[in-house]
Structure formats: C-alpha cells, structure tokens
C-alpha cells in the first residue's frame, strides 16, 4: 500500500489536505503525523501549512529527529509543499521579525505591502483592473486566482495554463533561479505561484482547496515518481 504522509508542524490545514489526498486516492494510506520513522517511511511526503512561518519552524526546530528525517526527505521521493510549505523551501522570510529557511529553493519570501507595486490601481482579488480608481492591494490576497504554468511539470499535466485556483497568503515569494519557478500569478506584481526542483513541487495556492483543477493536481502527485 502506499504511504502518503502530512507533516504535522502545528499549522493549520492538515486535515482538508489529508481528505483531498484520501479523494483522489485509491489503496493508499494516508496519515498526519510529526513521528520520525512513519516520514522516513513515506512514499509520497506533503509539507502543508496555513498561520505564520515563525510557529512552522519552532516546531521543525524543536524536534532534532523529525526535522533529521524532513532535511533526508526533502533529498529522496516525491514532495509537495502547499502554502507555507512552498515558503519554508526558500531561504529567507521576512515574517516573524526574519526568519531562516530552508534553503532548498533560492529566494526569499516578502510582505506584499514591501513591493512597489503595493499601490496600484484598484484591483479585484483575481489580480484584474476593477473601476481603475488608485488604492492600495487588499492584504491577504485571499481568493481565486488565475496560474501561469511556467514550465511543462508532471504536476501539471491535464490542468491547463491560466487555470484559477485558490489563495490566501499576505507573504510571497520572489524567486532567484527561473528554472525553479514552475508557475506565476499576478496580484499587483507578478510572484510565484509554483516552484520546484529534482523531487519537489511546491505551490502557494491551496490545491485542497481548488476544486477540480487542485484536485488533479494532487492525483497527479501521487502517481509522479519524483523525477524532474
């Protein structure tokens, strides 16, 4: 059978993540779980998350063995980040007063207020112009938004480009390396929607949350052997 493991790192989100995966699924097991030796186990490993980075973290940090068997993870298989799990792979966030990251992916992780782009013409939570009068972007972006596939992934197949999915964040990513960048949306600047490398694949939006196409996405997950 196989093992499809959520880390739990006391965020939110853990559970709507698990009952999309159990959906799409058949003749899986699919657990949440901080233990060491059941990540190690995993066939496929999530890293979800939904709250603040700093708590993420703390968690990660607070408990050597399990923050050992992510660090061997993230190296072999195939792993999904979604939200703060796409956050966590870089190395830098502004949130929580500065917080260290992983590493995994180069870039970091700012406050959209931060961007130039902050004040703009007013725009709906879909990154579209509304009635053209200046204002300030709403915080979080929270809502539907449309996904620029960047690079032609397995995670993406079936799913077409421009798809809408699902978003609540006030952080984002800015990308170093354009080879790691899988998909962009556009909310006031343009960020990274999708990232990835070797066995990773990581999104902002929440495909648990997305309906159909987030759906797809995470049947795909589970069928990719991790190559890239």
């Known amino acids: 059978m196989t093992r499809i493991v959520i880390v739990d ?30 990540i190690e186990g995993a066939d496929y490993l999530v890293l979800p998350g939904q709250g603040a980075i700093g708590t993420w973290f703390n968690q990660l940090n607070s408990n050597p ?5 992510v660090s061997k993870r993230l190296n072999e298989g195939p792993v999904l980040g ?9 190395d830098h966030s502004e949130e929580n007063g500065g917080t260290q990251a992983l590493g995994i992916l180069s870039g970091r992780v700012k406050h959209f207020s931060t961007h130039p782009k902050h004040q ?4 709906t939570n879909d990154g579209q112009t509304n009635d053209g ?18 690079v032609d992934h397995p995670l993406w197949h079936g799913i077409d480009d ?4 699902y978003f609540v964040h006030s952080y984002y990513v800015e990308s170093d390396i354009k080879n790691q960048v899988m998909g962009e949306c556009r909310y006031g ?4 929607a999708a990232a990835g490398s070797r066995n990773i694949f990581a999104t902002q939006f929440h495909p648990e949350k997305s309906q159909h196409a987030g759906l797809r996405m995470l049947k795909n997950f589970i069928t990719w052997n991790g190559s890239f």
């Open 9 to 38: 790192l006391g965020t939110g989100n853990l559970r709507s993540v698990s009952k999309a995966l159990a959906f799409v699924s058949s003749d899986t097991e699919v657990s949440i779980t901080a233990q060491a030796d059941a």
């Open 65 to 69: 063995a399990l923050k050992t068997a």
């Open 82 to 90: 979604i939200c703060l799990g796409l956050q966590a792979l870089y």
């Open 120 to 123: 703009i013409e007013g725009q």
């Open 133 to 150: 009068k200046a204002g300030r972007l709403k915080i979080p972006h929270m809502g539907w938004n449309q996904v620029n596939k960047c």
């Open 162 to 165: 421009h798809e809408r999915f």
């Open 189 to 192: 600047n343009r960020f990274t």
